[in-house]
Structure formats: C-alpha cells, structure tokens
C-alpha cells in the first residue's frame, strides 16, 4: 500500500510569491490535514479536510488556504510568501474523521524555501 | 488548555540503556495519545499510540506508559539502539468533535550511543 506522497519535496521562492503544495494521501484514506514544521514553533496544525470540507482550521493568517478534491487529494496555498513561512510542510493522512481508526500518517513533507 | 508539555528537550542514553520521555496535557478531553519518531530529512512516523481505558501499551521495545489522573503520559524506549536516534514527539487529539487535529510537543532529540 503506498503511502501519504506529497509534491514537490523541495521549492524555492520569492517573497510574495504564491505557492501551492500537494498530498495524495493514503488509498481509502478520506481525512488529510496539513502541518507546518518549523525549529522555532514545532509541529503546528494548518487544516483539515474530510470528504471535500474544511473540519478544522489552526490559528493562521488567511494567506494559507486549503482544499480536497472528490478523490481526497488535497491541496494547499500559500499567497503573497514571507521569510517568516520557510518551513516543512507535512501532510497527513487518515482514515475517518473520528472514532478508533484515527491514526494519522504523515508524508515525507515539502521543504519550502522563501528567498 | 490545549497544549501539550514535552520533557526533556535532548537526551543522551548509552546502548542498551532505557531511554524515557515525558508528555503532560490539560484538556481531559483528549482521548487519542500518539507518538510519532522522526529522522532527519523525513515525515514523523507513528510509533506507538494509547488511549486513556488503558494505563500501558507495549509494542517491542516501545511501552506508553499514561497517567489519566495526574495528565501525563510517558514513553520507555527498553534496550535504546543507535538507530532509535531520533527526534521524538508527543502528540494528544479528541475533545469532541469530528476531528483528527493533533497537538504536538515541543519534541525531544534522542541520541543513542554505541
């Protein structure tokens, strides 16, 4: 079974530039949620999608956008970049929503760089 | 209310040795306690979970050791191995609510020496 892919691993951009992120995740799986990692703030959570919809959403300007497509592909976006948004974006991929099966897999991320 | 407190922040454990690392939340309604190990270069990957009906869970060398009253759970790695170098995180999720947001700890760098 493959797991959470997500492209590109790396990119480069300019401040305020836009940049969109994707997350194929985990076959059957229809939540995805999306993490900044950053040495400075840890792990944060962005977003979460299940069956297209927005569940949750962190505490983020609203520069950072989200969506799922009907296949629970998702994307992410980022417009007008700051220094401050060079991090490892991760995805993460689970079953359901709620109850046992909420174990969350996570991609290998996509190192942005904002130059 | 929704953090999740991390101890310690580095660790140096010999071969062999036991290495220990410490969570404690506030939310009581969390009910879902991962954690996940991450190489450098790589995505966390979950390691071990518990839920709070049960105070231990043993997978391996890997045992979660949770304290629902005192709000705190620990992971014990038994027989630390150089390749369990690594940075360990804590995480907690639940409350209610569709939702499989996960709070993370502040992370804790394992180095395991031979």
């Known amino acids: 079974k493959a797991g959470v892919t997500q492209t590109p691993r790396y990119l480069i951009k300019t401040r305020g530039q836009q940049v969109t992120l994707s997350c194929s995740p985990i076959?059957?799986?229809?939540?995805v949620s999306w993490y900044q990692q950053t040495p400075g703030q840890g792990l944060q959570f962005l977003f979460e999608?299940?069956?297209?919809?927005?569940?949750n959403k962190g505490n983020f300007p609203g520069r950072f956008s989200g969506r799922q497509f009907s296949n629970s592909r998702s994307e992410m976006n980022v417009s007008t970049l700051e220094l401050g948004d060079s991090a490892l974006y991760l995805c993460?991929?689970?079953?359901?929503?709620?109850?046992?099966?909420?174990?969350?897999?996570f991609g290998q991320g996509t190192r942005l760089t904002v130059v | 209310q929704q953090q999740v407190k991390q101890s310690p922040q580095s660790l140096i454990v010999q071969k062999g040795g036991i290495s220990i690392i410490n969570c404690a939340y506030e939310?009581?309604?969390?009910?879902?306690f991962p954690w996940y190990q991450q190489f450098p270069g790589k995505g966390p990957a979950l390691l071990i979970a518990i839920r709070p009906d049960v105070s231990e869970k043993k997978e391996g060398r890997f045992t979660i050791s949770f304290n629902k009253s005192a709000k705190q759970f620990s992971l014990h790695i038994m027989d630390s191995q150089p390749g369990d170098s690594a940075t360990y995180f804590c995480a907690a999720s639940g409350g209610g609510g569709a939702t499989n947001k996960l709070i993370f700890g502040t992370g804790t760098l394992l180095a395991v020496q031979p």
């Open positions: 993460a991929s689970s079953l359901a929503p709620q109850g046992l099966n909420t174990e969350a897999f």
């Open positions: 939310n009581t309604a969390f009910d879902y």
């Open positions: 999608y299940f069956s297209e919809t927005q569940r």
């Open positions: 076959s059957g799986h229809r939540s």
